[in-house]
């Protein structure tokens, strides 16, 4: 016997009745059924979502709103959100009120509903307010309705979310460049203001050097003041006591230059009688003096007359005239004297007469001035009492200058600092002024929508499903042709007995045995493809490679299984019901694998359904055909490993025979 006669043999046997056709059909529409039915109903569920109930709920009150330029204004967002809902569309909103809502939600009428609270707008405006608060939607979901309801109530309202924010978020947004734009002008009022600043600091910071060294001069001023104003205390003590005694030792002046005037002018005319004589006497004395001459030459004719008439002699007469020779020299001199002396005496006359008159004027002031002594001295003592006001000042004013020297260097110190601080403050504020985003009314309204909604979602995809459907379809493809091979297991017997009794060639009855699933696996996967592509209309980037591998797929799951059959029987048929569900989980068709449990996530890398899901996603959405013939290799050697399972099964059976090959088989 040949395999084509084993494989023609088998499939006249499962042909052989009316029933038995009209179970070959049914367990060949099982994965038709299974792929075409479930991605049918599941082709593009997001895109029907606008006939799913929602009831929405708008309690809002309305908030007031003052604008940059002071304007109140009333805006109400829930009415704003509620009509551009109705409008979108996404899914079957229905107005409603709380009590309908909860009640809806309950039975069913509502899937979920949204909830937009009476302080709505109040909350949202509240940003710009000292007493910001978080706006809140309410989102009220019932998993009784549907478990993916509420995942997508999760993404409806994550949605309005987006939308709000992006919608309040641009209007906080403009009022916030708003807000830079009046601050930038006030800036350049401030730079102005910090640049006069800075010029005053300055002159202020000169002034305060100057009073800095005024202030020490000052000190050095009110230490000498001190000591002068010390000295001049001592000095109007002094002069009080001084005057004090001047003013007792005045007391009697009236009465004394009373006395002393009239003595003044008795000397006076005393003086006056002795001036008139000495004149006299000069005239006399002039006389005599200036009669002189006439007189020695009387004298010496007179002696020579003598010595003539003999009456002295000549020697006697030269000795008489040489006597008279001094007498005149003293004649002249006395003469001389007496001149001097009459101007002397004419001298004190005038001068007696004038201290005569000055008595008098004196003991005419005589009163005045004691009086004025006697004030003097109060003046004096007034003075002192003053200078010993003005010590004591001076002393505390000596004393206070050194802290008002160090308070004018502080002060020199601050205001240099305070010079310093105002000249960064212009720069500051000038380099401020530079980076604020100062813009033009129509750039702030661009720039608040990107502020609002600051990143765009550029989606770039390698490869790309059409449809929800077709995401999931490469995983209920590959789980289809599982479920086809074991069905057909079901009545197909895996290896012919009486072949392996009469060939003893155990490895062409194992290739016969797999032949028939195959083949019938094969016509499946043409069946499933043809679902996919022609009734289901889903793109596929690489037909011909995928049919292969769907093929591919079937032959390999029909090898395993026919390796479990042979290997274990009934037992081992229930074991590929087993590997089904664990592969269900395993294969990575819905998650990410990633996301599995540990032990979970390495039964991936061991069973042939992921490399499946794999390939055909490759395939089906034009990805990595490298990464398509990677899992075709792993596919050959699950198949390969499965048929040399087989083979040794098969082999085994040609020369022994247990109780459970005798036992007819539960399935066949």
């Not at 003086?271 to 006389?287: M, V």
């Not at 200036?290 to 030459?297: F, S």
């Not at 010993?388 to 004013?397: P, V």
Request: proline residues 3%; negative net charge; charged residues 15%.
């Amino acid at each position: 016997m040949t395999i084509v006669t084993l494989v023609r043999a088998e499939l006249r046997r499962l042909t052989s009745s009316k029933m038995g056709i009209l179970a070959l059909i049914a367990l060949m529409c099982v994965p038709i059924i299974y792929a075409g039915l479930y991605l049918w109903g599941n082709n593009d569920p997001y895109g029907n979502l606008k006939d799913v109930p929602v009831g929405l709920v708008v309690e809002d009150a309305g908030a007031t709103q003052t604008d940059a330029d002071g304007t109140a204004s009333t805006v109400n967002y829930g009415d704003e959100v509620r009509d551009e809902l109705l409008k979108d569309n996404s899914v079957k909103w229905i107005e409603a009120t709380s009590a309908e809502a909860k009640t809806g939600v309950s039975d069913g009428t509502f899937d979920f509903v949204l909830t937009l609270g009476k302080d709505f707008s109040t909350d949202l405006t509240s940003p710009v307010t000292t007493t910001p608060k978080q706006a809140s939607v309410e989102l009220t979901t019932n998993d009784t309705n549907s478990f993916l309801a509420t995942t997508i109530a999760g993404n409806v309202a994550e949605k309005v979310r987006s939308s709000i924010a992006e919608k309040v978020g641009k209007e906080a947004a403009l009022k916030f460049l708003d807000g830079f734009a009046d601050v930038g002008t006030s800036l350049e009022t401030a730079i102005d203001g910090a640049n006069q600043l800075a010029d005053g600091t300055t002159t202020a910071a000169n002034g305060s050097a100057q009073l800095a060294a005024g202030a020490a001069s000052a000190n050095d001023g009110a230490q000498q003041l001190a000591t002068g104003a010390a000295q001049a205390n001592t000095g109007a003590s002094d002069l009080s006591s001084g005057l004090q005694q001047l003013a007792n030792a005045t007391s009697s002046l009236p009465a004394d230059t009373a006395a002393l005037n009239t003595g003044a002018q008795q000397v006076a005319a005393g003086n006056a009688e002795l001036a008139t004589t000495g004149a006299t006497y000069a005239a006399q004395a002039n006389t005599i003096a200036t009669d002189l001459p006439q007189t020695k030459a009387k004298l010496t004719d007179q002696v020579a007359q003598l010595v003539t008439d003999k009456v002295i002699t000549q020697q006697q007469a030269d000795q008489l005239l040489a006597a008279l020779d001094p007498i005149g020299q003293q004649v002249t001199d006395a003469n001389a004297k007496i001149q001097d002396l009459n101007g002397k005496l004419a001298a004190l006359a005038s001068g007696s007469q004038q201290v005569a008159d000055g008595t008098a004027t004196l003991a005419a002031s005589a009163p005045t001035l004691a009086g004025g002594i006697s004030d003097a001295s109060a003046g004096a003592s007034t003075l002192a009492a003053g200078t010993q006001q003005l010590a004591d000042g001076s002393a505390t004013l000596a004393a206070g200058t050194p802290a008002l020297a160090t308070g004018a260097t502080d002060l020199q110190t601050g205001i240099l600092k305070l010079d310093d601080g105002a000249h960064k403050l212009s720069t500051g504020l000038t380099e401020g002024l530079g980076k604020l985003p100062i813009e033009t009314a129509a750039q702030r309204e661009k720039s608040a929508s990107v502020i609002s909604d600051p990143a765009a979602i550029d989606t770039s995809a390698v490869t790309k499903a059409s449809t929800y459907g077709a995401g999931m379809a490469p995983f209920f493809i590959s789980l289809a042709a599982w479920i086809g091979i074991y069905a057909l297991f079901l009545i197909i017997k895996p290896l012919s007995k009486r072949a392996l009794t009469a060939l003893r060639k155990p490895g062409r009855v194992a290739l016969s045995g797999l032949m028939t699933p195959a083949i019938l696996g094969a016509v499946q996967m043409i069946a499933v493809f043809g679902i996919v592509t022609l009734a289901l209309g889903y793109q596929v980037a690489n037909p011909l490679g995928m049919l292969g591998f769907m093929i591919v797929t079937s032959v390999t799951y029909a090898a395993i299984i026919l390796a479990l059959n042979v290997w274990l029987g009934s037992v081992g048929q229930f074991l590929g019901l087993v590997l089904m569900v664990l592969q269900l989980v395993t294969a990575g068709g819905t998650f990410p694998w990633q996301t599995l449990p540990g032990p979970l996530a390495a039964l991936h890398h061991a069973l042939p359904m992921g490399y499946a899901v794999d390939g055909i996603r490759q395939l089906m959405y034009g990805g990595n055909l490298a990464l398509a013939w990677a899992d075709v290799a792993v596919l050959l050697a699950f198949l390969l490993g499965a048929l040399a399972l087989s083979w040794i099964g098969a082999r085994r059976m040609t020369r022994t025979r247990t109780l459970r090959d005798l036992r007819p088989s539960l399935i066949g």
